[in-house]
């Protein structure tokens, strides 16, 4: 190996001064704004009146209210008439309610991932995108964790499923994995909840100083919790952020590893495999990072937030939306080679049933590999990656795609068992398919309540990116800033209190 001598000493220098220095990079906030420019362009949007509020939202808040509203019906249906109205047969038990929790328990990765671990490793880039992100994981929660409520049949014992005295002396097997996701889920709901809850305490402390009416004053005053960013409420604010944001990095592995755990201890061809483990991780945040641009995408364009949600952010979740798919499509051509190397006939069949487009559901594969393979090849281009148009098309081929790969892992295996007798066919009912598109409305519903009255930026964290947080302040002026708000608008975590 060559040592380093004067010789060659300048030449090292000049080749190290040709790397990208972080400061060359694209700002992660433009338009040369002040603190208080940041500030305003956020909580206008939740302080505005509601009668100001644009009629898109309206159309759109109808929508999901709408769809919420079928939702429920069927629900209630369900419950009063029996699981006989899903496609739910023998063999094929796990239906339509298996594969949207699977499928929403994925869509919550990505806020987790964004807002814990890209905090820990210090990505500033997180910061445009987090708050909304973190807001989707919740929601996408809640939508799984219908699921499998209603799927037990009789919905009014899932309560059976939590360790609860009761007078029949029953308790939860712990060896079954459906127990284990009840654990892993709510674990992950509540640590999530906290996480962003924490993070939004000075945002809210920042609307409750703004608000001009009384209602909203004491609404986001009790969410504030007395916040008056003193150095002291920041010292505990950035510890307690740190210690969430500490927990839930184990919980972006260990979830949807559990969620796995359904399938891969099985005895099932098509399911008893090592690797879905590390695959439906992959996959979750792939399927997480898609939404979060199908959300992203239009949410910077109507709310305005251009300047704050950049480019830079987008083209940032297209590169890990495109490392995830190829690691999720190394994992489709693993485990057709493992099937193939194994020498398990059962386990061959199970996967020349998935990959023969004669066989039932066999076009469902293509469908798959298509939207989460093929497509995201573009995604090598900057060019494409930063065409919002085009990204938010793959984005939701992409989502299309990721509740494919569940149907496909769920239904599939299922579809033609060990003994042909026992062959079935699985065709989904009108009710399978309006509860599907009903959880999207439990899900935007939230999500544009959120957007029109919540920190949808997460502010405090928005300064600590910018050049005045590191520069004095110098060349900025606060004129702009009512008084009234003191600290809460001015500090910037892990820095110093603006004069």
């Known amino acids: 190996m060559a040592t380093l001598t004067t010789d060659n000493l300048d030449e090292r220098q000049a080749l190290d001064n ?30 505005k009146p509601v009668k100001q509020t644009s009629f898109g939202w309206f159309v759109g808040l109808a929508i999901a209210i709408s769809l919420l509203g079928m939702l429920g019906t069927l629900i209630l249906y369900l419950l009063l008439t029996g699981v ?28 987790t ?20 992100a973190e807001a989707m994981t919740i929601f996408a929660v809640m939508c799984a964790g219908l699921f499998p409520g209603i799927h037990v049949g009789r919905a009014w014992l899932a ?80 510890k307690a952020y740190m210690l969430l944001a500490a927990l839930a990095t184990p919980l972006v592995l260990s979830v949807h590893s559990v969620v796995s755990f359904d399938f891969a201890t099985s005895q099932l061809p098509g399911w008893h495999t090592t690797i879905f483990p590390p695959y439906f991780v992959a996959g979750a945040i792939f399927g997480g990072f898609a939404m979060v641009l199908v959300l992203a995408i239009p949410a910077r364009k109507w709310l305005k937030l251009e300047q704050i949600i950049t480019k830079r952010h987008i083209d940032n979740c297209g590169k890990v939306m495109l490392a995830t798919g190829m690691i999720v499509g ?27 487009p004669a066989s039932p559901l066999g076009w469902s ?34 989502n299309v795609g990721m509740w494919f790969e569940r149907f496909v892992i769920i239904i599939t295996s299922l579809v033609r068992d060990n003994v042909p007798s026992s062959w079935g066919a699985f065709v989904p009912t ?13 899900f935007f519903t939230f999500f544009l309540l959120f957007c029109r009255f919540g920190p949808v930026v997460a502010i405090a964290e928005v300064k600590t990116v910018m050049p005045q947080a590191h520069a004095g302040h110098s060349k900025h002026k606060y004129d702009d800033v009512p008084a009234s708000e003191g600290t809460a608008d001015y500090r910037v975590p892990g820095g110093e209190e603006s004069e």
């Not at 489709?332 to 194994?342: G, K």
């Open 84 to 111: 006989g109205v899903w496609g739910n047969n023998q063999p094929v038990a796990w239906g339509f309610p298996i594969v949207n929790f699977v499928f929403w328990v994925g869509i919550g990765h990505a806020g």
């Open 159 to 238: 309560y059976w499923l939590g360790p609860i005295p009761n007078q029949m002396a029953m308790w939860p097997n712990p060896r079954s994995p459906l127990l284990w996701d009840v654990f892993a889920v709510s674990t992950y709901a509540t640590v999530s909840m906290l996480f962003w809850y924490m993070g939004m305490i000075p945002d809210l402390a920042t609307l409750r100083d703004r608000a001009k009416d009384r209602p909203r004053q004491i609404i986001y005053g009790l969410l504030a919790l007395g916040w008056t960013g003193s150095n002291r409420h920041w010292q505990r604010f950035e």
């Open 365 to 398: 594969f293509y469908v798959m590999f298509f939207c989460n393979v093929v497509v995201i090849q573009f995604l090598w281009f900057k060019p494409l990656r930063q065409n919002m148009m085009f990204l938010w098309f793959i984005a939701v081929l992409v």
């Open 330 to 356: 190394y994992a489709y051509i693993t485990e057709i080679f493992t099937a193939w190397y194994s020498a398990a006939s059962f386990e061959q069949f199970a996967f020349k049933n998935r990959l023969n």
């Open 18 to 47: 040709t790397w990208e220095d972080p400061a060359k990079r694209a700002p992660l906030v433009l338009g040369d704004k002040s603190f208080g420019e940041v500030t305003s362009a956020v909580t206008d949007i939740a302080l």
């Open 430 to 442: 009108w009710v399978d398919y309006a509860m599907l598109v009903g959880s999207f409305g439990l």
């Open 113 to 132: 991932l964004i807002s814990a671990i890209l905090f820990l490793f210090r990505q500033n880039w997180r910061t445009g995108i987090n708050r909304f």
